[in-house]
């Protein structure tokens, strides 16, 4: 269980991010949760388990199975003075609040003169590799990178989990908060903040001098694992953590390939427009006198998530892919 | 022509001009000639070599119209349409 | 015997390094050949002989800085069968001439190549040396300029191979940086690599790559840098770090230029007059002159107020010369010098030499040619001897009017503020016109005040009728 004192404990994404969502919702009497199954059941993936009993009916909502209603309920909530917090089961199903998002939360603000702020956050599970099949196994927080009046974050850390809540509830702005399903179980000890608690920069999460793996979210203990292993090969890997896609820190991105003249992008989305095309373009044009080498794209096959274990895991970028890929900019 | 090739050729006359000239640092609106310390030689270094990559015809009254990257893209773009 | 010594190239040296022998022992020479590299603490100067003959032995080495008058070699007289032949004649190809007006009065045109004359004895069975057969191979080049000459040289380029471009085919700068950039791309090279490269000094050609298809990569460079091999820097690159060289370079222009200055604001008493001309006039004549002008013709506003300020200093000779020995000495040629500022920083004032007499589109075509090569190449040694009157023309640099410091032993600065839009009054009515502040500052030990002003009356004067200019 978390533990508020300094000293570290041993726990888990999932039980990070109930323990972030309790402390918002003692926090703060405007808070609120509510999304598919989050009460009663706990949450389709066990998040918000044990809140309704603390809580209450009032302040954990069971809603039905229509993610245009919800979204636009909690949009309302929040121009009415809530601190809302929407969970929407899998980003796949975010796709049929997508007009709440775009053409609601994110537009209001500036269409109103800057009347009508949307404090809202959104949480919503992203990503394959739980043989969840197509339609729930897609990772499309690239599309939301691309929207302007929100931001988007992806934390990947157990530590981001427990800490990126509170600055999501305080932006004035729509927050997405993209949790990808391989995440919920890993488990560590929580200590105070690793990185930055702030919802502006991204982190180092492993220093190097030969390549930068540059990723987000779910690919985060790939590329880790990855660095790991190219140590061995005598490579010495920066692991980079965008944390938040939208405003993307291009910033820090330029810095790490200032620092290894190689760059390497890993995402699970597909590759054609994706976010990783962003950030390499943003290397291209930032950073063009560093690179040694050509920037490599490691992402998912382009094809829809297949449901079969063995496809599916050839259609995600693993971490051997992450390894050949540091190998050709490298050699 | 399009619009990257024409500031690619304004950008490489100014390099060839200017050898020495950091062109990541000149913003799309900045006066080169003040940015780059060109004297009234350099920019007519640059008009020659403007007009020897696009056979554009710049005259003096033109000059007003070559002051910055943005707005020297656009006058070898109009010209070359 | 005569000794060939190291000149002096300004008021302001006092020393010099010589950098290159551009002739060898037993070279004959002509006067005016170009025959040593000098380098002074403003810039890099090929120095001429003065003296018709043969090099006899080389005195100094390159790299050797020895004070001005110091011989550098000798001159040994010539046998009368080894007169150097006009090196051109027999083997210029059919190449035409150039035409006369643009290039005609270039400075270089008198002597047109710097190449060595063929010995007499190379054509015999044991032939000259490798070394020698270099003159050899540049046979028919002998009309570029020595900047192009030069340029070629520095990237190993044979003149020869090179298709010619510019007028008359004439190997143009532009031809030989297209035929080096071709010689110097064995692979592909990485944006870091090509900037490591320049930072280190590190000349990309003939370097391996060992990426993907040869490609030359950071490690590439740093392998083939010169001294220790640089750890990979951590923190981004800015600037480019300045070479020692350059720094040394900068350090002692400024040191010239102080040395220089405050001895003229120590010693001359200095007044200023200034005055504002009306340039609509001169400005019509010359858009209507450049208009029917390809662009390498045209002039700039530069080169009317240079052609005015060598002609009123004709007209009023008693600015144009020097102060020696406590009294003023006219010159007998208006010898204008052009105040040119160099990038990074420091100034150096080339020579337009006979400039009263130069017409518009030599004067111009000589300008651009002094200035490129003040700044990118190298300036002859006669090129920057003895300016008689220095015109500084800061209006470039966008200010309305600039109040000199005399270059001793000069007795006169002449300054061009920017062209501006005024309200000027003509015969009663308003106008908007074109107006330049021209200013002299003159050494009152020379001349006074109404000799200033009748010179710049002169200039206003001469700007009214440009065609006659």
């Given amino acids: ?331 | 022509m399009k619009h990257d090739e024409a500031e690619d050729i304004v950008k490489e006359a100014l390099t060839d001009v200017v050898p020495e000239a950091d062109l990541t640092t000149l913003g799309p609106d900045e006066t080169f000639r003040d940015a780059l310390g060109m004297d009234s030689l350099d920019f007519l270094s640059f008009i020659e070599i403007l007009t020897r990559r696009t056979g554009v015809r710049i005259d003096d009254e033109d000059a007003p119209h070559l002051t910055t990257l943005a707005d020297s893209t656009g006058f070898l773009l109009a010209r070359t349409e | ?469």
């Fill in chain 3, 1 to 469: 015997m005569a000794e060939f010594t190291m000149p002096s190239l300004g008021a302001d040296m006092d020393e010099g390094t010589l950098q290159e022998w551009l002739v060898h022992a037993g070279d004959p020479v002509r006067k005016g050949d170009p025959v040593a590299v000098v380098e002074t603490a403003k810039s890099t100067i090929e120095v001429e002989c003065f003296e018709a003959g043969r090099i006899g032995q080389l005195l100094v080495t390159p790299g050797t800085t020895v004070p001005v008058g110091t011989p550098l070699a000798r001159i040994e007289p010539l046998a009368e069968a080894d007169t150097p032949t006009e090196p051109e004649a027999p083997a210029k190809p059919a190449r035409p001439p150039r035409p006369p007006a643009a290039e005609g009065a270039r400075s270089t045109a008198r002597k047109p190549s710097r190449r060595k004359p063929t010995p007499l004895q190379a054509p015999t069975a044991t032939g000259p040396p490798p070394d020698h057969d270099h003159a050899v191979e540049h046979r028919g080049h002998g009309d570029e300029g020595p900047l192009v000459r030069h340029l070629a040289e520095e990237a190993g380029i044979d003149l020869d191979t090179v298709h010619g471009t510019g007028r008359g085919g004439r190997v143009t700068r532009a031809d030989v940086g297209r035929a080096a950039a071709a010689a110097r791309s064995p692979a592909r090279v990485t944006p870091y690599a090509r900037r490591l490269a320049r930072e280190l000094g590190v000349d990309l050609r003939g370097l391996t790559g060992t990426g993907p298809d040869g490609t030359v990569r950071a490690s590439d460079v740093r392998a083939a840098a010169p001294g220790p091999t640089t750890p990979p820097t951590p923190q981004s690159g800015g600037g480019v770090p300045a070479r020692a060289s350059a720094v040394r370079r900068k350090e002692g222009m400024r040191e010239a230029i102080a040395g220089l200055m405050s001895r003229a604001n120590r010693e001359i008493p200095h007044y200023y007059l200034s005055t504002s001309i009306d340039m609509a006039t001169a400005l019509d004549w010359m858009h209507e002159h450049n208009h029917h002008r390809p662009v390498g013709e045209r002039l700039l506003p530069a080169a009317l107020l240079l052609k005015a300020a060598a002609r009123a200093a004709r007209e009023v000779p008693e600015l144009n010369g020097h102060w020696l020995d406590g009294r003023f000495a006219a010159a007998e040629e208006v010898r204008l010098g052009v105040a040119v500022s160099l990038r990074g920083g420091g100034l150096v004032a080339p020579v337009l030499r006979n400039a009263d007499a130069l017409e518009l589109p030599q004067l111009m075509s000589q300008l651009k040619d002094l200035v490129a090569r003040a700044r990118n190449g190298r300036l002859r040694g006669s090129e920057v001897a003895d300016p008689t009157l220095t015109v500084t023309n800061l209006g470039d640099q966008g200010v309305e009017a600039v109040l000199g410091v005399i270059y001793p032993p000069q007795v006169a600065l002449v300054g061009f503020g920017r062209v501006v839009e005024r309200p000027w009054a003509v015969n009663g009515l308003l106008g908007v016109r074109p107006v330049v502040t021209a200013s002299l500052s003159a050494d009152h030990r020379a001349t006074d005040g109404a000799v200033g002003a009748r010179y710049l009356t002169s200039v206003d004067r001469l700007l009214q009728s440009p065609e006659e200019l």
């Fill in chain 1, 1 to 331: 269980m978390a533990s508020d004192a300094a000293g570290a404990a041993k726990t888990t994404y999932r039980e990070a991010m109930r323990e972030a969502l309790r402390e918002a919702l003692r926090a703060d009497d405007r808070v609120f949760l509510m999304g598919e199954d989050v009460g009663r059941y706990g949450g389709c993936f066990g998040v918000s388990l044990g809140l309704l009993e603390e809580f209450g009916p009032e302040r954990i909502l069971d809603t039905p199975l229509s993610e245009s209603a919800f979204v636009g309920a909690g949009i309302g909530a929040a121009l009415n003075g809530m601190r809302p917090i929407v969970e929407i089961m899998t980003v796949n199903f975010s796709l049929l609040a997508l007009d709440q998002i775009l053409n609601n939360a994110a537009t209001l603000l500036h269409m109103s003169g800057g009347q009508l702020p949307v404090p809202l956050v959104i949480r919503m599970t992203t990503g394959a590799g739980r043989q969840l099949a197509a339609q729930h196994s897609h990772s499309l927080e690239g599309w939301y990178a691309h929207i302007p009046g929100i931001r988007v974050l992806a934390p990947a850390t157990i530590e981001d989990a427990r800490h990126m809540l509170a600055p999501a509830l305080a932006d004035p702005d729509p927050v997405l908060i993209f949790e990808h399903g391989s995440l919920y179980n890993a488990s560590g000890e929580l200590g105070p903040p690793a990185g930055p608690v702030d919802l502006d920069h991204a982190a180092v999460r492993r220093p190097g001098t030969d390549v930068s793996l540059i990723t987000y979210g779910g690919s985060l203990p790939k590329a880790l694992t990855a660095a790991d292993e190219l140590a061995a090969d005598g490579i010495d890997a920066e692991v980079v953590d965008l944390r938040t896609l939208r405003p993307l820190d291009g910033r820090a991105v330029a810095a790490s390939v200032a620092r290894t003249h190689r760059a390497v992008v890993i995402d699970e989305a597909w590759r054609s427009g994706s976010l990783a095309a962003e950030v390499s373009a943003r290397i291209a044009e930032d950073s063009f006198y560093e690179l040694d080498a050509p920037v490599e794209r490691v992402c998912s096959a382009e094809v829809p998530i297949p449901y079969a274990r063995l496809l599916e895991q050839a259609a995600l970028p693993q971490t051997a892919d992450i390894i050949a890929a540091a190998h050709r900019a490298v050699d």
